[in-house]
């Protein structure tokens, strides 16, 4: 067990940058996801801890020990691929086995970690098996279950539930927290769902073009949005963004007016709120269009409304009746929104918190 | 002219049959002649008089008292130590599969998984080398063997073989390596293996069929050549292509034209043998070549 | 991966490429600068008891392999190969030209030059048997396509024959057939109603035997592969194509070709660098007399019967590779295109 230590990795092939001085401490025992949309150098980072790619600039700290040029071998690290990288010529008692064996583990221990690594897994029935024979979710628990059967320093998972369907990857999802909260290794698990990273993660990393946005526990990324594109990214539906003019604590634009904002900032600004922190009302309000699409959830019922070129959109309860074409009305107060600057699209921290 | 899937046309089958069943004579019909024709005498494996000879063998009848025999195996075989042949025909076949796909593995490996560009270069230079035709080459070995001492041994003539396999061992190796999940090698270097024992213990296990096939075209490679064995060995060492190209010159003229028959037929055996057991993987290797390379 | 390891990966198969092609290849052009040592002559007097004293030349053995063994290569003879009467002929050509009745006797009179010959029958060779194989091929995989599946197991088996056959096996079975006394040959001189004719005695003759022999090779490979990928025709777009309302011949014409384009690329180059280097059909076939072939010459120098011509054969070698590296251009240069596409991003 270690922490690991990124400082300033840098990946280019020729002129592309994939992964662009990403600094980062991992703490041992902690959770750290990796979250962003696809081809922003997520997969590139955990590599690069791996060992299977080759750093550019930069160093990577496993514990004590600068690791770049270290084998992944040398490193003391297990992985889970998203296709699993099951060995399909074994069956699956000598695919957990494997790394026992490779590794010069005392053959007499083999037996009883393998077991042990199936059984926390739920695989025991199945160790006869070849992979072919197994299914999607099972054989992904063989890959977990080849990743713990030794004591690595760090757990490193790309996207280990992307090739399952919705149901499983809520019951392995959460038997992936429950493993890391009895072996408490220091993980690394990349995601692009933001749902998997709220849930299990001590800390996220929002990452885009290679460039780590914002790096923080889950509900600091979801209550402040560190730039407009960690607000769009995380929380559904994503944060309503409008483009505006901020002036003495007053928001303008041409849908939306917001006074008493706690800000002292002037300019042009991006004023953004979540649907679910806003109250759709009869009569009042701030902000009234006509609905554009209606979606039921059974819980509740989202409207979209149509501001200039952005659709926005609102949360009200199950019971509310409004159809395509009326004029639903909100209440976007100051207190729920967040202000991002209009041209670099940063947070602008509030002066002081409203009562 | 449309007509659905579902409702055949009668006539169009007929005439793909009638087609094929032409072809099929024409592919087939020349070795089942020649083999029906080893076992008879020369003058009704040739016979002008009457075609029909060949069939009924009535010299050979006159000539050893039974419609078949067995002369030309005899003579080839005993007589003019085609034995010797087939036993170095073996020997350079085996040996030569054999190192090919060691060295082709290794370096088809290499190939599949650098992503530089160097691998490119060596790809298409390994194109070049392969349209080469052999003969060209071995124009240059003969003076640098001559003075090294090395011609006309087999060792040699089976390094040069392998040498030459090389170009296309490692396309197909290559190819095939490129259809195996770059995963694998990964989660084996993971869990502990240095590249090679990645390359050892996960990939090649998962390769074998891949490298069955490309054995087989190895093997054909060796036991087809006739520009390298035919001027690199010396006569007690030739293999049975050079043997029966000199059995032309030589017997022929003396009127044994069917030793010449019966090496050639006993020369095809083991090729039938191959189609028969590993038709799938020959088929299979001609595509894998055509839909990656 | 990382340089070392591809580097130890790839250094056997390297190493034996290295010394095997491209060494020899250095070798070629060192020989094809040299020329084979004439043999040494000496004035010797024989003197007879009643005729008297007489100077006569004589070979002197001895000296000659001495001189041989002393410079193996021979003496430098620079580009004086390339150009002689057995190459390129510079010298005949121009004369040839200088004083010509009209095109087609310069263009026979150096068809009579030993390279020409020979390169001309390459080409032709390759220009016919290549797409005429691929489309025999083409054709018989249609027609294997529809025959009942019973049928299909036996048709492939018996269609790899004359493609794995040893090339020189091959030749020599149908020449058996083909030869004045095989059963063919009596065929064709019953037809024709003429006992004398022989394909050996005719030029065109022979030609057309060892291009349809070249065809008879040639069209199970292509036979495989397009049947294969006829397997793989994607049926989606099949499909959709039909309800889209095309009829057969569309969909063959928009689904069924642009599919197997590609593969088609992949057999031409294939059958191109084979049929190239023709070399077993003529010794099998014994057509020299008629036929001969870049790779035919080569052979022939290196067998010839009083001393082995190196600088000759080496000429030769390089010229062909020369050829053959022209001939491949296009597909470097599009292979090279695919590569800069598929790495830019
Ligand atoms: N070997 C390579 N050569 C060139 N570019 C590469 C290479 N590998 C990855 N890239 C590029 O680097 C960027 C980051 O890739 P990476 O695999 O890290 O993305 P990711 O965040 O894991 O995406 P996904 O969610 O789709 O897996 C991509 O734009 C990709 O095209
Ligand atoms: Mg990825």
């Known amino acids: ?355 | 002219m449309t007509s659905s899937p579902a409702r055949p046309n009668y006539t169009l089958t007929l005439i793909a049959t009638a087609f094929v069943l032409f072809w099929m004579v024409v592919a087939g019909f020349p070795f089942l002649w020649t083999t029906w024709g080893s076992f008879k005498v020369e003058a009704d494996f040739f016979s002008r008089a009457d075609w029909s000879n060949a069939l009924s063998g009535v010299n050979t009848i006159r000539q050893t008292g039974d419609a078949f025999t067995m002369d030309g195996y005899k003579g080839a075989w005993i007589l003019n130590d085609f034995w010797r042949a087939g036993l170095n025909t073996m020997l350079v076949t085996v040996v030569v599969t054999v190192l090919s796909l060691v060295l082709g593995t290794l370096g088809g490996y290499a190939l599949a998984r650098s992503g530089y560009r160097y691998a490119f270069w060596i790809l298409i230079l390994a194109l070049v080398f392969r349209a080469m035709p052999h003969i060209t080459l071995v124009s240059g070995y003969l003076v640098p063997f001559f003075q090294l001492n090395i011609w006309g041994t087999l060792p040699t003539a089976i390094i040069v073989l392998v040498a030459i396999n090389q170009p296309f061992t490692l396309w197909m190796l290559h190819s095939f390596f490129l259809s195996i999940p770059k995963d694998l090698d990964e989660s084996a270097m993971v869990d502990g293996c240095t590249r090679f024992q990645a390359f050892r213990e996960v990939i090649v296990p998962v390769m074998w069929p891949g490298i069955i096939t490309t054995g087989l075209f190895s093997f054909l490679l060796a036991y087809n050549d006739f520009a390298v064995t035919a001027m690199l060995l010396r006569q007690e060492n030739q293999t049975m292509i050079p043997k029966i190209a000199s059995f032309l010159g030589s017997i022929e003229s003396e009127g044994n034209v069917m030793f010449a028959v019966s090496s050639v037929v006993s020369a095809t055996v083991p090729l039938f043998i191959l189609v028969m057991f590993f038709q799938r993987q020959i088929v299979g290797g001609l595509t894998a070549g055509a839909v990656k390379g | 991966m990382p340089h070392k390891a591809f580097a130890w990966f790839i250094l056997p198969s390297a190493l034996a490429m290295i010394l095997f092609i491209a060494l020899p290849l250095v070798s070629i052009v060192v020989q094809s600068l040299y020329i084979e040592h004439p043999q040494v002559l000496t004035q010797v007097e024989s003197c007879s008891p009643f005729g008297g004293c007489t100077m006569e030349t004589r070979v002197d053995a001895a000296a000659t392999a001495a001189l041989r063994d002393a410079q193996p290569l021979g003496r430098f003879n620079g580009l004086g190969t390339y150009f002689n009467r057995s190459h390129l002929a510079t010298r005949e050509i121009a004369t040839i030209l200088k004083d010509t009745d009209g095109i087609a006797d310069s263009l026979r009179r150096i068809y009579q030059l030993p390279f020409y010959r020979a390169l001309l029958f390459t080409l032709c060779y390759t220009a016919v048997v290549t797409p005429l194989g691929m489309l025999a091929g083409f054709w018989i995989a249609l027609a294997v396509n529809r025959i009942p599946a019973v049928l299909k197991g036996p048709v492939i088996f018996v269609s790899l024959l004359p493609m794995i056959i040893t090339p020189l096996i091959g030749s020599l079975v149908i020449y058996w057939m083909v030869n004045s006394r095989g059963i063919l040959g009596n065929l064709l001189q019953w037809v024709t109603q003429d006992p004398t004719l022989s394909i050996a005695a005719s030029g065109p003759l022979t030609w057309l035997t060892l291009f349809l022999y070249g065809i008879w090779i040639a069209a199970p490979f292509s036979f495989v592969v397009f049947y294969a990928g006829l397997q793989t025709v994607p049926q989606d777009t099949l499909e959709s194509a039909m309800i889209d309302g095309a009829n057969r011949w569309e969909r063959v014409r928009f689904v069924i070709i642009p599919h197997l384009v590609p593969l088609a690329t992949f057999v031409a180059l294939v059958q191109l660098m084979d049929n190239f280097r023709v070399l077993e059909p003529i010794i099998g076939f014994n057509a020299q007399a008629s036929a001969t072939s870049l790779s035919f010459s080569i052979y022939n120098d290196l067998q010839a019967e009083n001393g082995q011509l190196f600088a000759s054969a080496a000429a030769t070698s390089l010229l062909t590779i020369a050829l053959l590296i022209v001939l491949l251009f296009p597909v470097l240069i599009r292979t090279w295109r695919d590569f800069s596409r598929k790495s830019a991003h």
């Open chain 1, 1 to 355: 067990m270690a922490d690991i230590k990124l400082k300033g990795i840098t990946r280019r092939w020729n002129d592309f940058i994939g992964v662009d001085n990403l600094n980062l401490d991992i703490a041992d025992r902690e959770f750290l996801v990796l979250l962003g949309p696809s081809g922003c150098g997520k997969s590139t980072t955990m590599r690069m801890i791996a060992g299977l790619e080759e750093v550019s600039s930069g160093e990577i700290w496993l514990g004590e020990r600068m690791v770049n040029n270290l084998e992944p071998k040398d490193r003391d690290i297990s992985m889970v691929f998203q296709s699993y990288g099951l060995y399909p010529t074994m069956s699956v008692y000598e695919n957990i086995r494997f790394p026992l064996r490779i590794r010069k583990v005392p053959a007499s221990e083999h037996k009883e970690r393998v077991l042990r690594a199936a059984e926390m897994v739920e695989l025991t029935q199945f160790l006869d098996r070849r992979p072919a024979a197994l299914s999607g979710g099972q054989r992904q628990r063989v890959a977990l279950a080849r990743a713990i059967v030794r004591a690595p320093n760090a757990f490193l998972m790309d996207e280990p539930l992307s090739n399952l369907d919705a149901k499983l990857r809520v019951s392995t999802r959460a038997q992936i927290a429950n493993l890391h909260h009895e072996l408490k290794t220091t993980t690394v698990y990349v995601t692009h769902d933001q749902v998997e990273a709220m849930t299990l993660a001590d800390r996220v990393v929002v990452m885009k073009n290679g460039i780590a946005q914002q790096i923080a526990p889950p509900m600091d990324i979801y209550n402040k949005p560190a730039n407009t594109f960690v607000a769009s990214f995380i929380g559904a539906p994503a944060m309503n963004l409008i483009e505006g003019h901020l002036e003495a604590g007053t928001f303008t634009s041409p849908v939306l007016t917001v006074s008493g904002l706690p800000h002292r900032h002037s300019g042009p600004v991006t004023l953004g709120f979540r649907a679910e922190d806003v109250a759709v009302v009869s009569e009042g309000g701030n902000l009234a269009a006509p609905v554009y699409s209606v979606e039921r959830l059974g819980d509740s019922t989202m409207f979209a409304i149509r501001a200039k070129d952005d659709l926005i959109s609102l949360k009200a309860d199950k019971a509310a009746s409004l159809a395509i074409g009326d004029v639903v009305r909100a209440a976007v107060t100051a207190k729920v929104s967040h202000i991002f600057d209009g041209t670099t699209g940063q947070r602008i921290e509030p002066l002081l918190i409203p009562a």
